[in-house]
């Protein structure tokens, strides 16, 4: 099994920033890819940002040049560092990892962690 635990939310001012953190333990092998989603209220849960086993990166459009991916692959932990935070960006995000074993996909998700951007 595979415990994904998440830190660093909370309530900041529109402009502000916050960073993330996903703190990996169990049986963590073959990472295919570690990323962050997010779930507004009404809406579905989006992509943000995600990073490769071989280190490349992707992110949504909506928050390019603002949020950075990282891991640091010692610690097993993933992180997310949110800059001129919009109210757009309020959501409950969460952190996900895939693992690849025999061409099968595995993914894990955190429980969430709230970041609420008031205006």
């Known amino acids: 099994q595979v415990q994904l635990v998440e830190s660093g939310g909370g309530l900041v001012q529109s402009g502000g920033s916050l960073r993330l953190s996903c703190a990996a333990s169990g049986s963590i092998f073959s990472i295919n890819s570690m990323g962050w989603y997010r779930q507004a209220p009404g809406k579905e849960r989006e992509l943000v940002a995600v990073?490769?086993?071989?280190?490349?990166?992707n992110y949504a459009d909506s928050v390019k040049g603002r949020f950075t991916i990282s891991r640091d692959n010692a610690k097993n932990t993933l992180y997310l560092q949110m800059n001129s935070l919009k109210p757009e960006d309020t959501a409950v995000y969460y952190c996900?990892?895939?693992?690849?074993?025999?061409?099968?996909?595995?993914?894990?998700w955190g429980q969430g962690a709230q970041v609420t951007v008031s205006s």
């Open positions: 996900n990892v895939e693992m690849k074993i025999n061409s099968l996909r595995y993914n894990y």
């Open positions: 990073i490769t086993s071989a280190g490349s990166t």
